[in-house]
Every structure is written in structure tokens, then in C-alpha cells.
């Protein structure tokens, strides 16, 4: 079964933590992305990568952190600095960071932070 | 930087009324994506649209790109409460390739 996994579905924590959501895909994809997702406001890009060991931010970057050590994994670390973290957060991936090209998403993750 | 505006944000209608969602750009876009998501899943693809006019049809859902392919609609003839959920389009962001979400239309049917 081809697809998008992040664990997990349901994340809470407390204020000042750090927390690493997970992200794997299994459709030998170059490119995965970050959204995140807030009621009313669409989708925004959080940090995207191209390619293994290589990733750019996207429009909403600060306090968040990532890494591509491998095709298949694209975690993402929502750190303290991270001012309002409480959201539904998006993991996906396309064949290669074009826009032509359709991306799929995983189920998500929501983040609880109190 | 480029925006896509989508609207009407929310539309809720009756089953069997029509409903569509419209997307705007300030500038040219080389090709917009349509997806859904349904009430607490993931946005998964519909549709892509490339060329200046064109049109496409998946059962009742009409797709259409504007001939400045700066706009686009996506149009539900006799709406069911399958069609219920959130209508993205999506489109490239100034030779970047990153692709730029409107803010969706929530749809709701009535049954």
C-alpha cells in the first residue's frame, strides 16, 4: 500500500516543549512539504525539500525545524520559540517540486498546546 | 507575493442545488489544481488545469480555467451530502513551482 504516514493523529503538550511530528512516504517521491492548517486560513507552507538533505523555508518558517536525512522521512519539530503551535498540521509529497505535479497528503496531525 | 483568492468562504445549500466555488489571481498562473477535503480528512486531489480555456468534467463536478488563466471555478450540478467538505484550488507561485492554497470554500448540504 503506497501512501503518506504521520504519527501521531493526536499530539498534546505543554507550553516550552519541543515536539517532533513524524512525516514517511513510501512513494519514492523527491519532494515532501509541511502545511499547516488553521480554521479560515487555507493551507500554509511551512518548509519544503526538493531533495534528500536539502530543504527551504516556506512562508511561515519561524519556530519550526526540519531535516531530510533520508527520500522517505521529512519530520518536523515545532519548537518553543513557536508562538501559537496549536493546529492541524499537513505532511506531503509530489513526485518533484513542480507545480504540475499533484500532491498527496498525509492524514495529518493535531497539535495541542496548552 | 502571489495570492490566490477563493470564494465565497463558506456556502451551504439545500441537496440538489448547485453550488460553485471561484478562484482569483492577480497574476498569470501556468496551472491550477483543485482538491478536497472532506470534514476531518486530508485534501486530496481532484483535478489540474492547464490551458487557457479549457474545461473538464468528473461526473457532476465542472472545472473551468479562465481564458487569462488568471481564474478558475469548479461548479457542483445537483449537490448530494457526499459532496460535503472543504474545496482548495491551488496554483503556482511566480516561476517558483511552490504551489499557492487559496483558503477554500467550506461547503454544507442539507439533506
Known amino acids: 500500500d503506497g501512501g503518506i504516514t504521520q504519527s501521531p493523529k493526536y499530539l498534546f503538550r505543554k507550553e516550552g516543549q519541543n515536539v517532533t511530528l513524524s512525516c514517511e512516504q513510501n512513494?519514492?517521491?523527491?519532494?515532501m512539504y509541511w502545511y499547516r492548517q488553521d480554521p479560515g486560513q487555507g493551507l500554509r507552507l511551512i518548509y519544503y525539500s526538493q531533495i534528500v538533505n536539502d530543504f527551504q523555508k516556506g512562508d511561515i518558517a519561524e519556530g519550526y525545524s526540519v531535516s531530510r536525512e533520508k527520500k522517505e522521512s521529512f519530520p518536523l519539530t515545532v519548537t518553543s520559540a513557536q508562538k501559537n503551535p496549536t493546529a492541524f498540521y499537513l505532511c506531503?509529497?509530489?513526485?518533484?517540486?513542480?507545480?504540475?505535479?499533484?500532491?498527496?497528503f498525509g492524514p495529518g496531525t493535531r497539535l495541542t498546546v496548552t | 507575493g502571489q495570492q490566490v483568492m477563493q470564494i465565497p468562504q463558506y456556502q451551504h445549500v439545500q441537496e440538489g442545488e448547485d453550488f460553485t466555488t471561484y478562484c482569483n489571481s492577480s497574476t498569470t498562473l501556468s496551472n491550477i489544481q483543485w482538491y478536497k477535503q472532506r470534514p476531518g480528512g486530508h485534501p486530496v486531489f481532484l483535478i489540474q488545469l492547464v490551458k487557457s480555456g479549457e474545461v473538464k468534467k468528473q461526473k457532476r463536478l465542472t472545472f473551468q480555467f479562465g481564458e487569462a488563466k488568471k481564474n478558475s471555478s469548479l461548479h457542483i450540478t445537483a449537490t448530494q451530502t457526499t459532496d460535503v467538505g472543504t474545496y482548495f484550488c491551488?496554483?503556482?507561485?511566480?516561476?517558483?513551482?511552490?504551489?499557492?492554497f487559496g483558503k477554500g470554500t467550506k461547503l454544507t448540504v442539507n439533506p
Open positions: 491551488a496554483g503556482e507561485q511566480g516561476g517558483s513551482e511552490k504551489l499557492v
Open positions: 512513494l519514492n517521491h523527491d519532494a
Open positions: 506531503a509529497s509530489s513526485k518533484r517540486m513542480r507545480s504540475s505535479y499533484e500532491q498527496y
